[in-house]
């Protein structure tokens, strides 16, 4: 039980993720038919797709950050010797740290201020929207610092 609740736990993102895409795809289903058969169409399906894609990017950013499966270029790294190439994987690492620690930040700064902003149909503030992105980059940084752990622990 104890080891189901830490997959889950673990997993989570990639669940939230795949929930949130799976309801992208219905709801953009639902609009094209209310729009293109019946004729009618549905003004709420496209801020709801909007606040699905924007949380599935970033969810699912940190579902592949969390299994190293970024796209790299590790051409001229693959020439390093082993001991180099773990003093750059640190530098790779630090940088992505910076990076992803300066996207919480800003991305906690504009959730906040949107709180004022509304979208035009649902009245849903985009606060709701936007803190996808300091969500998704903390979860990528949890990550990172999680594998780089295991790395560089690693005798």
Known sequence: MKEKLKSIIFNL??????????????????????????????KWTEEVSLAL???????GASSVMKRNSHISIDFFVDFL???????????????NLIV??????????????AGVKFTAVLMMPYTYIDIAVPIGGALMMFSLLRRSIAIFTRK
């Open 53 to 59: 894609i924007v949380w599935v990017v970033f969810l």
């Open 81 to 95: 010797p082993q001991k180099v190439r773990k003093y750059f994987d640190g530098l790779v690492i630090i940088v």
């Open 100 to 113: 992803l620690g300066y996207l919480v930040i800003l991305g906690y700064q504009l959730s906040m201020q």
């Open 13 to 42: 993102d990639d669940i939230i993720a795949g929930v949130f895409l799976s309801a992208l795809v219905v709801v953009t289903a639902i609009g094209v038919f209310m729009r293109y058969v019946a004729g009618d169409p549905l």
